[in-house]
């Protein structure tokens, strides 16, 4: 796919790339263009604190229609494609699972992931992960495949200005009840990150058994033209069961306590092997806006660049079969591998930062509630005590009204990652504040954590525990 201006000609324009996304960009996801997501979806339908405790207590249901693009890809070669893409196995990957899709560079880091379907023998369904949907179709373009390709992006990005599919997201204790009394007809249980055909409202819904927010959940998506149908069906019922509807700022915190590192920096931004790649991409597009945030800041792209056991794929790494970075995966000691935790905030601490708001200062970077990571991606240093050498980086942060704690997700060296580790969190950036227009001027300070496992919540590693998503 010709470009006029590719991310190849952008990089070759900078002199310091890290400089660039540090201060130059505007992230693509709607996390930080919530201007995008607000004509679609309000940041909150009552208040974000009560829909983060109705996947708690009773259920939420999250729209997700408009802000994840998906990629259909059909054809005789549709499964060598995504086989030779993926860390994951495909000796079981049969018609009705899904699977978390990981793609890795010939290097062996991310460059991304995202839920596949396996919707026939040759059809599959690609959901969300844009840096990930894009190397597939480089792939698919530039591989003599045969196989066809569907994009369908997000609505504001979408030339056709609607979607192909609705999605909805139905999660909580009450989630299961609210599903069974919806459908017209019963259906058997259906299995953790299986899918079934059912019908709601005499429309035919495909449901995927996954859970967001770390609770027993359903995804349900079909036809664009019947979402209010199904959506109003759902409501109705839900109404005798608690149901709540989740607005955005509830939905962008659910990885709290469901534990899914979301979008790391794709590993694509150095390496002759990717240049290609590269030129493909354009200059505006999604891995061009990139936005560095954090206190972490190194001079080094590659210091962003992560391996799945950073993020908690290792149980996904399969060598059955052969992919770009298997070679290089092979050659990782997984147990020398940063492990993925989560880490409880210091509650005094927190007071000290939000308190800092108030008076002549110091102000330290403001703990916006309930998502308090402000780069896309976002990264903090983690010591073991001030001054110390960095032994991980925290990621996303944000606020539990469920947990009443500030969490946030880190990958740390397997020497303090134990749970119950106490550990440092270095708060803002450095020399005031980067040139982000949403980030104010400020000081750092440290901020005491300690380290739990990931998932957080209980009933997230339950619901994983006995299959671990998208194996």
């Not at 982000?436 to 901020?447: F, M």
Request: hydrophobic share 35%; net charge negative; with cysteine.
């Amino acid at each position: 796919m010709a470009r006029d201006k590719s991310l190849q000609d952008l990089l070759d324009e900078q002199d310091d790339v890290v400089e660039y996304f540090f201060n130059e960009t505007i992230a693509p996801h709607f996390r930080a263009r919530t201007g995008l997501t607000a004509a679609f979806i309000p940041p909150a339908f009552t208040n974000w604190r009560d829909e983060q405790r109705g996947w708690a207590e009773t259920a939420v249901l999250f729209d997700q229609s408009h802000h994840m693009p998906e990629l259909f890809i059909e054809g005789p070669d549709a499964t060598k494609l995504l086989e030779g893409l993926s860390i994951n196995s495909f000796s079981t990957f049969d018609v009705g699972r899904a699977k978390q899709f990981v793609s890795v560079t010939p290097r062996g880091h991310v460059i991304g992931d995202c839920v596949a379907y396996r919707l026939t023998e040759d059809r599959y369904e690609l959901i969300s992960g844009m840096a990930v949907l894009n190397w597939v179709q480089y792939q698919a373009e530039l591989g003599g495949y045969d196989v066809s390709i569907e994009r369908d992006d997000p609505t504001p990005y979408n030339p056709k200005g609607r979607r192909i599919l609705y999605r909805y997201q139905l999660d909580g204790p009450n989630a299961r009840a609210i599903f069974e009394d919806v459908l017209d007809e019963p259906v058997d249980d259906i299995p953790f990150f299986r899918t079934a055909r059912v019908s709601i409202a005499g429309k035919e819904v495909l449901v995927l058994r996954h859970g967001m927010a770390g609770q027993h959940g359903y995804e349900i998506s079909g036809p664009y033209d019947e979402a209010d149908a199904v959506r109003g069906a759902i409501l109705a019922v839900g109404e005798k069961h608690g149901l709540v509807r989740g607005g955005t700022q509830a939905y962008f915190s659910t990885l709290f306590e469901s534990g899914w590192m979301a979008y790391p920096l794709p590993a694509i931004f150095t390496g002759e092997e990717l240049r290609g790649f590269r030129e493909w991409l354009s200059a505006d597009g999604w891995e061009a806006n990139s936005q560095l945030g954090g206190s972490f800041r190194t001079d080094d792209i590659e210091d962003y660049y992560v391996t799945p056991y950073n993020l908690g794929y290792g149980k996904l790494v399969k060598f059955d079969h052969d992919f770009i970075g298997r070679e290089a995966l092979e050659a990782l000691d997984p147990a020398a591998e940063r492990r993925n935790v989560t880490l409880v905030w210091n509650r005094d601490d927190v007071v000290k930062v939000l308190a800092s708001q108030l008076g002549s200062g110091p102000r330290y970077k403001s703990l916006e509630f309930p998502v308090s990571y402000f780069g896309f991606p976002h990264l903090d240093e983690v010591r073991v005590e001030e001054g110390g050498a960095i032994v991980g980086l925290s990621a996303h942060v944000g606020y539990s009204n469920n947990e009443g704690d500030v969490l946030s997700l880190a990958y740390l060296d397997p020497e303090v990652a134990a749970p119950g580790t106490e550990v440092i969190v270095t708060w803002g950036e450095p020399g005031g504040g980067s040139r982000k227009p949403h980030v104010e001027k400020h000081e750092q300070t440290t901020v005491r954590a300690v380290v739990a496992p990931s998932p957080y919540t209980s009933a997230a590693r339950q619901d994983k525990g006995s299959s671990i998503v998208g194996s």
